[in-house]
């Protein structure tokens, strides 16, 4: 598998502090994400705006998505496949739908 080129977790969402709309989210990605007041530029990203609750947990759900099914694709054909893989796999879908 190559090397993936996306920022690595973690992945947050949180209501926007200062804004009093109850659809207004910040999603922070990576360690050391950029912000106005300092952080790391490369070393991830925030993404803030209006947004559903569902709609930003699916966002931060994808680097676990992503690597569950990456597991998921390296266990195809083996007889002894990891339950705690499969943990994972469940996981990840109940992180993207906000449980």
Avoid: H
């Amino acid at each position: 598998m190559s090397k993936t080129k996306f920022t690595p977790e973690p992945w947050e969402t949180e209501l926007a502090t200062g804004i009093e709309y109850e659809n207004f989210r910040c999603i922070k990605a990576g360690v050391g994400y950029f912000s106005m007041t300092g952080g790391d530029p490369n070393g991830g990203f925030n993404l803030t705006g209006f947004m559903s609750k569902e709609n930003a947990d699916l966002i931060t759900a994808a680097p676990d998505l992503y690597e569950s099914l990456e597991w998921l694709l390296g266990e195809i054909g083996n007889p002894e496949i990891s339950t705690f893989g499969i943990e994972k796999c469940f996981d990840a879908l109940a992180k993207a739908r906000g449980e």
